[in-house]
């Protein structure tokens, strides 16, 4: 079992910056595969990051690439997601989710999700 809690969201200003934190608690944490989802009222849920669980390989939706790192910190059980050059698009609540079955942009590869935490980006 694993338990992930997102913190960090919150208003920004368009340009602006957040960096979100996803604390997991349980055991084997440096196993999973880490992934940020996004989901905004009325629009399917996005796959945004991910991170692999050992080499720290990562992935990214295109329309974060460039404005977003993901990074994670075994030791802390912590994944963080760096938003930069936030766009009033970016505004949804964002997710964090773990996986022992590969690593991806795709929900249905993941088992544990947090309770996901709003970023909300306007002037």
């Known amino acids: 079992q694993l338990q992930l809690v997102e913190s960090g969201g919150g208003l920004v200003q368009p340009g602006g910056s957040l960096r979100l934190s996803c604390a997991a608690s349980?055991?084997?944490?440096?196993?999973?595969?880490i992934a940020w989802f996004r989901q905004a009222p009325g629009k399917e849920r996005e796959g945004v990051s991910c991170?692999?669980?050992?080499?720290?390989?990562?992935d990214y939706a295109d329309s974060v690439k460039g404005r977003f790192t993901i990074s994670r910190d075994n030791a802390k059980n912590t994944v963080y997601l760096q938003m930069n050059s936030l766009k009033p698009e970016d505004t949804a609540v964002y997710y964090c989710?773990?996986?022992?079955?590969?690593?991806?942009?795709?929900?249905?590869?993941?088992?544990?999700w947090g309770q996901g935490t709003q970023v909300t980006v306007s002037s």
């Open positions: 989710a773990a996986t022992v079955a590969g690593w991806g942009l795709a929900g249905e590869l993941y088992e544990y």
């Open positions: 991170i692999s669980p050992r080499d720290h390989n990562t």
């Open positions: 349980g055991k084997y944490y440096s196993d999973y595969a």
